[in-house]
């Protein structure tokens, strides 16, 4: 019983190779009960409830209590002849040693212990192939249950990990989707420092400072350039009744007139281009745009007739977008006035307008597919115009464009051009 008992001990030691027999033997050490004499008499009832195990093998570990001088006392798991009489294991000391019997080796330990004032050696020993048996059955059930240990540990952290970064990180994927809005339309706009980490604060309000520093910038600007433009047009309106007031005749008479009011339209431009820069200075209601359409072909039909072209409006239902309306209409006007100048002599131009899509198209030479993208760049001016303009319609039609969240692009028609506006709704890839 108690041979069984010691192996139980080994089997179920803290170990992970649970054959460690330095620390078997303290355990079992531990577990030594005395006498009143204070002489070993056995080991506590702990190792009862092992009983189903007492029928375990026989000669493959055994055990025994020695006193000070290296004598057999109270008993012993095998007889003295089990026990080599020389060898590490009469070397009384705490550590290991081996020795062979019966053809078997033995793994043993020594565990030195003190009781009542006296020393004692309690000496253990387990067979090589016992802890073979061991091994093989123990240890492919140690590698699993660490495997699936390791495991569900891995799926726990992980998922754990995923839901702590996740949440952390909210603020900061907040914090981005607010600065990507943020344009020269919406330069007011400020990031939200309410749930952000303390750590990421300071870089925040850093960011919003630099913002008031480059809207303050791009204020002075625009303010710069409306009132310019707008000084401007007094002097030059002066210049324009003084060149009138010359006699007819005069030879620098007509150019004089036509450079006034190429420099009075260049200003008004300006000054348009200053506005339509600012999304405070729109009106949104809902507006009809055949209505705005028909506006804006009546505002140009004389500069349509003298050029022999003519314009053609057609709208499929009864259209209306959310629109600040005088912008809409300058938009359009300058869409119209840009095809009539290309367009060729008794051709025409025509507004289709139908649901989310408003298209102005001229029959006129129109331009190479790589000039497409300079169309909308300040200033930049194609040819075969009629009038001598300073390239600024269609940025400003651009301007208003993007006010709105619309998409304005340009467009070869075979013959002519094609410009498309589209008001986005429904469908974010217009924006």
């Known amino acids: ?83 080599p009489s020389d060898g590490d294991l009469l070397r009384l000391a705490r550590g290991n040693f081996t020795f062979e019997h019966g053809g078997n080796t033995f793994y043993g330990a020594t565990e030195p212990l003190v009781y009542d004032g006296r020393r004692w050696y309690l000496q253990f020993a387990v067979s090589a192939r016992f802890m073979d048996v061991v091994y093989t059955v123990a240890w492919p059930q140690v590698v699993a249950g660490v495997t699936v240990f390791g495991a569900v540990l891995f799926v726990a952290f992980g998922l754990c990990a995923y839901i702590t970064l996740r949440y952390t990180l909210k603020p900061l ?60 047009k007094t002097p030059l309106a002066l210049i324009r009744a003084q060149i009138e007031l010359k006699e007819e005749g005069k030879n620098d008479r007509d150019s004089l007139l036509s450079d006034v009011e190429y420099m009075t339209r260049q200003v008004q431009q300006l000054l348009l281009l200053a506005e339509a820069s600012e999304a405070h200075n729109y009106h949104f209601t809902t507006v009809g745009m055949q209505e705005v359409a028909h506006d804006a072909a009546s505002y140009l039909q004389r500069m349509a007739e003298t050029a ?24 359009l006007k300058n869409l119209l006035e840009n095809a009539i100048q290309h367009a060729p002599a008794q051709t025409s131009v025509s507004v289709e307008i139908q649901g989310d899509t408003v298209t102005v198209r001229d ?7 790589e000039q497409l993208p300079l169309l909308f760049e300040r200033f930049w001016r194609a040819a075969h115009r009629r009038d001598h303009g300073a390239g600024l319609g269609l940025a400003i039609c651009q301007e208003i464009a993007l006010a709105h969240g619309w998409r304005l692009t340009a467009e070869q028609a075979e013959p002519g051009l094609r410009f498309r506006l589209s008001n986005g709704e429904g469908d974010e890839a217009s924006r």
């Open 173 to 232: 994927r907040d914090l981005s989707e607010s600065a990507a809005t943020i344009s020269p339309r919406s330069i007011d706009a400020r990031l939200k420092t309410e749930a952000v980490p303390t750590e990421i604060a300071p870089l925040v309000d850093s960011f919003n400072r630099a913002l008031e520093r480059l809207e303050r910038g791009y204020r002075v600007q625009q303010e710069f350039l409306g009132n310019a433009a707008h000084e401007l």
């Open 1 to 83: 019983m108690l041979l069984v008992i010691a192996a139980v001990v080994v089997i179920q030691s803290n170990m992970l190779a649970r054959m460690d027999l330095a620390d078997a033997a303290e355990g079992m050490a531990d577990n030594i009960e005395f006498d009143s004499s204070g002489r070993p008499v056995g080991f506590d009832s702990s190792m009862d409830d092992r009983a189903w195990l007492y029928e375990g093998p026989q000669r493959e570990t055994a055990y025994r209590i020695l006193d000070e001088a290296g004598n057999t006392v109270v008993f012993s798991s095998a007889g003295e002849e089990f026990w």
């Open 363 to 369: 029959r006129g030479p129109g331009v190479d597919a």
């Open 308 to 331: 022999d072209v003519h314009l053609a409006v057609r709208a499929v239902g009864d259209v209306k977008w959310k629109a600040d309306r005088a912008a809409c209409f300058t938009l």
